[in-house]
């Protein structure tokens, strides 16, 4: 089962920022999308999840999204913004609470609970959301979408996360935490697709990646396919050079090398 | 640390304690119901009339007419209007994601007062046909077709890509209010004599003018419109995130918005066409309860009916006996207990409007 796109365009007036990018994300996988700042990459999920009005089709386990409900999509996906605005004080909990509302609620009550437990923030369910600090808020937001799609794979289907930078305000270790549970969701047979900012957690976790540049695709395949010098100095405007330690020649990690270090 | 995860091992839960004080405001409004029946002008008393009744003695005249025609009425009314200005606080509330969201404050209440003045002073030109299918209805409905104008205008002007913007909801409700009450200052000019006297009363923000007529009138419009609320509850939590976040957990968003401007401008109307303005039960009720029992709109919304009904039944027995035997305008009533209220909730939390 995937996540596909076809042709996906959008236009923000007459700014285009986004155009013909075809994504084929797997369920089993965890599918990164990076590239430069402003590059479409939270406009491609925006397309993706329905959120902005768009050129091409989105194809969700074999369905056209067009026309499908709003409950129906999510039941089969679960959404991460890069950043979420609460209004009136609910508590942790009860935020998490929200995400669980679309049609698994049936006898999993603890689930938030779990979803809580799982991003390490169990001990403050009771707390007012917006008391939290940014790092905390995300962990929580990714609870709630946790608690959305509980189980990866309902009736055979499987189901997907799709997380814009799910990692961009958390600590070292945090960051690890996030990762291992979207690769942890993928291995248990649903799918990911997350936009990153950082290009060794990506080598870390991504099974394939999507370059973005300008709002058009760039490259994609395996991080090791696409994580090279050539695409991402392209992608990037900027050298950039990518080192393989000799213990793990599999795991490229990207290291940025001044002009004037570099001699360039 | 021991104490923290003996805490959450067993979470105190908002949801619980709501359902609880649910079931005690509906105990509250019963007794204030009682209260309003015992207490006014005559010197009858539902304990005097439940003894006489118990003990099989017939009510005289005067009793039956204190009873039933002057005081269920009202309080048939001060409940209705009471439920209705809460609800639709509460759903104004959720729908702008904003505590300060008032029908009251941000114009919505002048402009539903603006069609009821229009279907008073012009009411006389429309085609007999239609003033004979609306009869009673028409001030009502009017009421509610300006309220309803006037949150679309609103939500247009005050939201983008939806999220709102407090500052501008606030501004372009004053502008609002502002164009409502001048075109109702022109209509009043326009108005002859029988009309003026209508208006006089109607605008003074009081339940004195009860009726059964009254009370039939705006009866479908607060049923259907509270109703509507009530519904809600999921949908105006899932907005608490933000259009896009609540579309993306299985809310109608666009069916959520459309229902709840028209619960809104329904409860508006008609608590605005029977009553004229009563301020500040919109505001103070959910803000009170969301203090108590958290922003859980499944819970606030039909907690809200319950207490706004309480307190405006309250407000008006206090209304009737402060100065008795003359009466106070319920609206001064509830402006007075309820802008103090209305400014420590700003006091408390400055951010509100610092967004
Ligand atoms: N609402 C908007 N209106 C106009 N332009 C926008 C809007 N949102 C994003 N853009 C522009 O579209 C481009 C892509 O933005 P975005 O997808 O958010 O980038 P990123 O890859 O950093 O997530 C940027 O040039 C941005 O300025
Ligand atoms: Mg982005």
Redesign the pocket.
Known sequence: MRLETEDIGVR??R?E?LGGVNLRARAGEVTAIV?P???????LLGAITGTLPHAGRVILNGRDVAGQKPWELAAQRAVLPQATRLAFPFEVLEVVRLGQQAGTAGGRANVPMQALARVGMAHYAERIFQDLSGGEAQRVMLARVLAQVWSPVEAGVPRWLLLDEPVASLDIAHQLQVMEIARDFARAGGGVVT?MHDLNLTALFADRVLVLSG?RPLAFGTPQEVLTDDTLSRAYGCTLKVSRPPERADMPYVLPHHGQLTGA | MAALTEISSRPRDRHARARALHWALAGVLALCCAVSLQIGAAEVTLTALLGKWLAGEPLTMMERVVLFDIRLPRLAMGVMVGGALAVSGAAMQGLFRNPLADPGIVGVGAGAGLGAILAIVLGTLLPVWVTDIAGNHLVPLAAFFGGWGSTLLLYRVSTRGGRTSVATMLLAGIALGALAGALSGILVYMADDQQLRDLTFWGLGSLAGASWAKVLAAAPLVVLSVGAALVLGRGLNGLALGEATAAHIGIDVQRTKLVAILAVAGATGAAVAVSGGIGFIGIVVPHLLRLASGPDHRMLLPNAALLGASLLILADVIARVIIAPAELPIGIVTAVLGAPVFLWILLRRRGLVDL
């Open positions: 923000y007036g700014h920022a590239g700042n402003g590059s479409g990459k939270s406009t936009v709002g």
